[in-house]
C-alpha cells in the first residue's frame, strides 16, 4: 500500500481550497498556510462558467454553491448612452439545457467561504492562519517546508510537493522557482456593491448587464443571496497609479455621460479602485514547487475565467500529484495539459478589453455584428471554454 502523501499549498483562495479538497478527496494530507489572520471577505462578484461548476460539482459542492449563487436568465449588453440593450445573450435555463450544469454568479467571498466549510470538514486538512514567512529547501524532492506564525508557532514539514495558490504577487513564484513579478496590466477596476432595490428600475435583475463605453466598460451582477448588486467598471489609466493606491478621486467623465451608468455612480457609496495586475510566465514549476491559479496565469477578467482557471488547475492537478511517481513528472504532465488551453483564455480576455473599449466608427461595426451574430452564438463561439469538462 502506497504511503499517504503530504502536500503543503500556500494561499487559501479559491485555487488553493480547490486544490486541497480535491487531494483530500484523494486521501492525501494537505497543510495550507495562508498569510492573512483569517479567510478574507473582501472581493467581487465572479462568473462560474459551465466549466468551472463542472469542476466544483466533482467536489460535491453543487448544492452548497446553489445557496450562494445566482443563474442569470441573460446577459443584456448596452452600447453607450442606448436606452435598450443591443442584445440579451441567453443563459439561464437555456445554457443549463446546452452544457448540462449551471451559469452562475457569485461573490467571491461566498464561494472561497464556501469552499472554506469544506475544508475545516475534512480529516484530511488543515490550515495556519497568520503566516509570517516561509521556506523551503531541497526544492527537487521531497520539500522540506518551514514557517511560522505571527504568533511565535513555528513548523516544519517533509512534503511530497510544495503548491502555490499565492496569487498575483506569489512569493512561491517570485522567491523559489525563479518567476518574473507580476506587471501592471494598464487597466483599472472601480468596484462597488449597490442594494438591489435601488437598482431596480436602472437594470433587469434577473439578468447580468455588460455596459460598452469608448475607452471603458462596466458589468453588474445581481447576488440575490446579499440582496446587492455587484458592479465593476474597467478603464485604462497610466502606470504611475501604481498597486499601492486602493482609491482614486473619481472615474473619467466620460462614465459619466452614459446616462444609466450616471444613475449606477448616483446611487453608489463609493468606488475601490483596483489596479488589476497580470503574470505572464511559462514557468509553473521547479522540481517538486508547482504554481496553481493566478501565481501561475493571472490574467484580465473580461472573459471572466480567471476564477475559473484556478479551480480546473486544482482538479486535473490533484490527481496528477497523487498518481505520478514524482512530483516533477505531475508538474510536467500539468504544464503540459494546462499551459494552451490557459493561453488561449488570456488572449481571449485580452482581445476583448479591446473590443468592449472600442471608440466610433469602430464600435458600430462590433454593435452590427454581435446584434447579427444572435442570442445564442456566444454558446458556439466559446463553446470551447464551457464544454470543457477538467476531470477528462
Given at each position: 500500500m502506497q504511503k499517504t502523501r503530504t502536500f503543503c499549498i500556500a494561499g487559501a483562495g479559491v485555487a488553493g481550497l480547490t486544490l486541497a479538497l480535491a487531494l483530500a478527496k484523494l486521501k492525501a494530507k494537505v497543510i495550507i498556510l495562508e498569510r492573512n489572520e483569517q479567510i478574507q471577505e473582501f472581493g467581487a462578484g465572479l462568473q462560474l462558467g459551465p466549466n468551472a461548476h463542472r469542476a466544483l460539482n466533482s467536489l460535491d459542492l453543487e448544492d452548497d454553491l446553489q445557496k450562494v449563487s445566482f443563474e442569470p436568465d441573460g446577459l443584456d449588453i448596452f452600447s453607450f448612452k442606448q436606452k435598450k440593450p443591443l442584445i440579451t445573450l441567453k443563459l439561464g435555463a437555456t445554457a443549463r439545457k446546452k452544457f448540462g450544469v449551471a451559469y452562475s454568479v457569485i461573490h467571491r467571498a461566498d464561494l472561497v467561504q464556501t469552499?472554506?466549510?469544506?475544508?475545516?470538514?475534512?480529516?484530511?486538512?488543515?490550515?495556519?492562519?497568520?503566516?509570517?514567512?516561509?521556506?523551503?529547501?531541497n526544492i527537487q524532492e521531497n520539500p522540506l517546508v518551514s514557517f511560522k506564525c505571527k504568533d511565535g508557532f513555528e513548523k516544519e514539514i517533509k512534503t511530497h510537493a510544495f503548491i502555490g495558490a499565492d496569487g498575483v504577487c506569489s512569493a512561491t513564484r517570485t522567491n523559489f522557482i525563479n518567476g518574473p513579478q507580476s506587471k501592471y496590466s494598464g487597466y483599472v477596476a472601480w468596484r462597488t456593491l449597490i442594494d438591489m432595490p435601488k437598482l431596480q428600475d436602472v437594470l433587469?435583475?434577473?439578468?447580468?448587464?455588460?455596459?460598452?463605453?469608448?475607452g471603458f466598460h462596466a458589468v453588474a451582477y445581481p447576488l440575490p443571496h446579499r440582496n446587492k448588486v455587484n458592479i465593476a467598471i474597467f478603464t485604462k489609466e497610466s502606470m504611475s497609479v501604481g498597486f499601492g493606491i486602493r482609491q482614486a478621486p473619481s472615474l473619467p467623465t466620460s462614465v459619466n455621460?452614459?446616462?444609466?451608468?450616471?444613475?449606477?455612480?448616483?446611487?453608489?457609496?463609493?468606488?475601490?479602485?483596483?489596479?488589476?495586475?497580470?503574470?505572464?510566465?511559462?514557468?509553473?514549476?521547479?522540481?517538486?514547487?508547482g504554481l496553481v491559479g493566478d501565481a501561475a496565469h493571472a490574467m484580465l477578467p473580461f472573459q471572466a475565467q480567471g476564477a475559473?482557471?484556478?479551480?480546473?488547475?486544482?482538479?486535473?492537478?490533484?490527481p496528477l500529484l497523487i498518481n505520478e511517481k514524482t512530483a516533477v513528472i505531475s508538474f510536467e504532465k500539468y504544464e503540459n495539459k494546462r499551459q494552451e488551453r490557459v493561453t488561449k483564455v488570456i488572449n481571449t480576455s485580452a482581445s476583448n478589453g479591446?473590443?468592449?473599449?472600442?471608440r466610433a466608427p469602430f464600435s458600430a461595426a462590433r454593435n452590427a455584428t454581435v446584434k447579427m451574430q444572435g442570442s445564442m452564438n456566444h454558446f458556439s463561439r466559446l463553446g470551447w471554454i464551457y464544454d470543457y469538462n477538467p476531470l477528462d
Open positions: 469552499l472554506y466549510k469544506k475544508a475545516k470538514k475534512s480529516k484530511y486538512i488543515d490550515i495556519y492562519f497568520d503566516v509570517q514567512n516561509f521556506e523551503i529547501s433587469d435583475l434577473n439578468n447580468t448587464s455588460l455596459m460598452w463605453g469608448a455621460a452614459d446616462p444609466r451608468l450616471s444613475k449606477i455612480l448616483e446611487l453608489a457609496d463609493e468606488f475601490k479602485h483596483w489596479p488589476l495586475a497580470a503574470v505572464k510566465t511559462s514557468t509553473w514549476h521547479k522540481g517538486a514547487v475559473a482557471m484556478g479551480i480546473e488547475d486544482g482538479v486535473i492537478l490533484a479591446k473590443i468592449f473599449h472600442m
